[in-house]
């Protein structure tokens, strides 16, 4: 427990630190593993009564070359140097959190899902400090004990730390160096030990809100004349976010009248096939804890899609007048419970209930159970169970996972099941996956996406990746192939697609490239709109693609991706193109252009389509950032803008200023600037408070 005073101003340097023990045993991962760090990393941990403190000093003996683009909070950290701490206090090797920071204080924040993935949809209470200094870069941050979640007993957590040099690709860890390994990997993990005798968390976290929303009128460009739907409207809400601690491991968050006007706004996407988009979801209350939930295959057949609560098919806002989500751990098992009335034009009660049972080292047998009632109509069921098993076999992972579930409608129809099996080998040298995928006819969780129900689904893939360590390249890639193949029940094919990929590289300096070839089938049985204007027929369609990758080093104050491909689709063939440049001026200022283009031509009509977005984001300060995000596309003739500024007082605190705004455009690319198809600006202030 430190006794001395700590001033957080991102330098390590205040009397306690000299007393803190030290991490400073780094080993490279990439890209010579097993080597020592070529900078030294030292890193202290220090308890006091308030919370947890970490020190970073990141040495590097030329600190001019140093990047550090990022300051808005939760943004890409790809292209800046960093550093990654692992924390899991509940050492039980599945559950952990990721804080990040670089050199400017930029702060991520995220949990652990599996070895491979994390969710950055948690946002927890910390603050950090950094600046460049004549050793390299020095970081503090101070985590409240509030924002973590331990067990009232034992002395010791698993903890690891990352540190990223983006100039020389260089990855090091403290613990887990091994490539087939990782920061996620919680059972390669370290211990920090000490960490007895915490104070308990606090009773309750309130962030009370005020919102004021002042819209223009809402115009039907459509009608002919245009008319006005709505009339111009201001209107204040109020509302509550509470978050509690019923156990040392469980937490208990609470809506109220939830208002999610900051949440980031959905790309525009031109649809190029007969299956529903999936869109991400972006409302903080449902992103938190989100990978306890996940069940299926995400974007293809799930379980539970959150954005079916609150949203419309259309995405539009249906009211959250209260919401309460339970998850942590209970003994041996994670649990998390999630109750949602809305109102408005669809007022409903949603549910879901998961539990996750320890197995083996790592692995889990889980349930899930989601419900659904709309006012009038009667109870959606859906349900199943689930495992997931990784081993380590030779130094490699290996991974077995499966599920069972059904469905039924508010009609008490027949229920319909889903079934699935996975074979995951996930490593360096080598990446094979092998799925089986059973979808019945009529399978539709009423809170779930189904892309495609009543087929059987073989897809996976075979990526060798070997490192030549010659000529500057890093890593070669060959992708033999990768497939999803879908058919009837009867056996008959409905759709596939098979990729490969015979030559692909990565340098040592970051730039990629990869050539391949796609195979496409499609059976449609019923006609659909490829692009407004122009119809595929049902029948029997056979086509081919080639394509080119380029991707620059994002070390580089200007880099991009190109991607072009050209060969047939359906009935017709063309060209694609999508192009991304990004250029960063440091420290304030990060712009990103993407235009996607396709040339098609068809028997029956040709077509181009477009799709363009602009994102800009200027930040004073880790605390003070702007976003203004503008896009439009050619199927929609409709061009939409998502302007934010994001000022954090202190810690969990937030101000937010959005104006978003949607145009038609017209023949000849008029739009009428002054009288938008809708719009909004809104002002909304959260206030952060501990009892």
């Known amino acids: 427990m430190a006794s001395s005073a700590l001033r957080l101003d991102g330098r390590v340097d205040d009397a306690a630190w000299a007393l803190a023990d030290s991490i400073d045993d780094f080993t490279q991962s990439d890209p010579s593993e097993g080597a020592p760090a070529s900078e030294r990393t030292v890193v202290r941990f220090l308890r006091t009564p308030d919370g947890l403190w970490i020190g970073i000093v990141a040495y590097d003996r030329e600190p001019a070359l140093i990047n550090r683009a990022?300051?808005?909070?939760?943004?890409?950290?790809?292209?800046?140097?960093?550093?990654?701490?692992?924390?899991?206090?509940?050492?039980?090797?599945?559950?952990?959190?990721?804080?990040?920071?670089?050199?400017?204080?930029?702060?991520?924040?995220?949990?652990?899902?599996?070895?491979?993935?994390?969710?950055?949809?948690?946002?927890?209470?910390?603050?950090?400090?950094?600046?460049?200094?004549?050793?390299?870069?020095?970081?503090?941050?101070?985590?409240?004990?509030?924002?973590?979640?331990?067990?009232?007993?034992?002395?010791?957590?698993?903890?690891?730390?990352?540190?990223?040099?983006?100039?020389?690709?260089?990855?090091?860890?403290?613990?887990?160096?091994?490539?087939?390994?990782?920061?996620?990997?919680?059972?390669?993990?370290?211990?920090?030990?000490?960490?007895?005798?915490?104070?308990?968390?606090?009773?309750?976290?309130?962030?009370?809100?005020?919102?004021?929303?002042?819209?223009?009128?809402?115009?039907?460009?459509?009608?002919?004349?245009?008319?006005?739907?709505?009339?111009?409207?201001?209107?204040?809400?109020?509302?509550?976010?509470?978050?509690?601690?019923?156990?040392?491991?469980l937490t208990l968050d609470l809506t109220v009248n939830a208002d999610f006007a900051q949440a980031d706004a959905d790309n525009q996407v031109i649809n190029f096939t007969r299956f529903p988009v999936f869109f991400p979801e972006q409302r903080s209350f449902f992103t938190e804890n989100a990978g306890l939930f996940e069940f299926g295959r995400s974007g293809q057949t799930q379980l539970f899609y959150s954005r079916r609560v609150g949203l419309t098919p259309d995405g539009e806002p249906v009211p959250l007048v209260a919401g309460a989500r339970l998850t942590g751990?209970?003994?041996?098992?994670?649990?998390?419970?999630?109750?949602?009335?809305?109102?408005?034009?669809?007022?409903?009660?949603?549910?879901?209930?998961?539990?996750?049972?320890?197995?083996?080292?790592?692995?889990?047998i889980g349930a899930m159970g989601t419900f659904e009632r709309v006012d009038g109509q009667g109870a959606s069921l859906a349900g199943g169970v689930d495992y997931n098993f990784p081993f380590v076999v030779g130094g490699q992972n290996l991974i077995f996972l499966g599920l069972a579930s059904f469905s039924r409608d508010s009609a008490n129809a027949t229920p319909r099941g889903f079934g699935r099996f996975v074979i995951d080998f996930p490593n360096d040298a080598a990446d094979i996956v092998l799925r089986l995928d059973h979808v019945e006819a009529g399978f539709n969780p009423a809170l779930g996406f189904v892309q495609q129900a009543g087929v059987n689904r073989i897809a996976g893939g075979v990526t060798l990746t070997p490192r030549p360590n010659r000529w500057g390249i890093r890593k070669l890639s060959f992708v033999l192939p990768e497939y999803d193949i879908v058919l009837n029940p009867d056996g008959s094919l409905n759709n596939a697609v098979v990729t490969v990929s015979p030559f692909g590289l990565r340098m040592e300096s970051g730039d990629e490239f990869e050539i391949g070839v796609e195979r496409g089938w499609d059976r449609p049985t019923q006609s659909f709109d490829l692009f407004p204007g122009t119809t595929v027929a049902p029948g029997g369609y056979d086509w081919t693609q080639t394509f080119v990758t380029v991707t620059t080093s994002r070390a580089r104050a200007i880099s991009g991706a190109l991607f072009v491909a050209q060969g047939g689709l359906y009935d017709g063939g063309g060209t694609l193109i999508n192009a991304t440049v990004d250029a960063r001026l440091e420290p304030?200022?990060?712009?990103?252009?993407?235009?996607?283009?396709?040339?098609?031509?068809?028997?029956?009509?040709?077509?181009?389509?477009?799709?363009?977005?602009l994102r800009a984001d200027w930040a004073t300060s880790a605390r003070l950032n702007t976003t203004l995000f503008a896009q439009y596309d050619n199927a929609s003739r409709r061009f939409s803008s998502n302007a934010r500024v994001r000022w954090i007082p202190s810690p969990g605190s937030d101000l937010f200023v959005v104006w978003t705004n949607a145009w038609p455009v017209f023949g000849g690319h008029a739009v009428p600037w002054m009288r938008p198809e809708r719009g909004a600006l809104t002002i909304k202030y959260v206030q952060y408070l501990r009892m």
Request: aromatic residues 8%.
């Open 329 to 364: 751990r209970a003994f041996d098992q994670q649990v998390g419970l999630i109750a949602a009335r809305t109102g408005g034009a669809r007022q409903s009660l949603a549910g879901v209930a998961r539990v996750k049972h320890d197995v083996l080292t790592r692995g889990w």
């Open 588 to 613: 304030h200022l990060l712009l990103s252009a993407t235009l996607e283009r396709t040339a098609f031509q068809r028997p029956i009509g040709d077509f181009v389509a477009h799709t363009a977005r």
């Open 70 to 249: 990022q300051l808005r909070r939760d943004a890409t950290f790809e292209t800046d140097d960093h550093v990654r701490i692992m924390l899991s206090p509940m050492r039980d090797r599945r559950t952990g959190v990721l804080l990040t920071v670089n050199a400017n204080g930029f702060q991520h924040d995220a949990d652990i899902i599996t070895f491979e993935n994390e969710n950055a949809g948690w946002d927890g209470v910390w603050d950090v400090r950094a600046q460049v200094t004549e050793r390299g870069w020095e970081a503090e941050l101070f985590i409240p004990w509030q924002t973590l979640r331990y067990p009232d007993t034992g002395d010791a957590w698993d903890v690891n730390v990352e540190r990223f040099i983006r100039r020389k690709n260089e990855t090091q860890r403290w613990r887990g160096w091994k490539r087939s390994q990782g920061i996620r990997l919680l059972e390669h993990a370290g211990t920090l030990e000490g960490m007895g005798g915490l104070p308990r968390r606090a009773l309750a976290e309130l962030r009370p809100y005020a919102a004021s929303t002042w819209a223009p009128a809402e115009r039907d460009y459509l009608a002919n004349p245009a008319t006005i739907v709505r009339d111009k409207s201001l209107r204040g809400d109020i509302g509550l976010d509470a978050k509690l601690a019923p156990t040392a491991t």
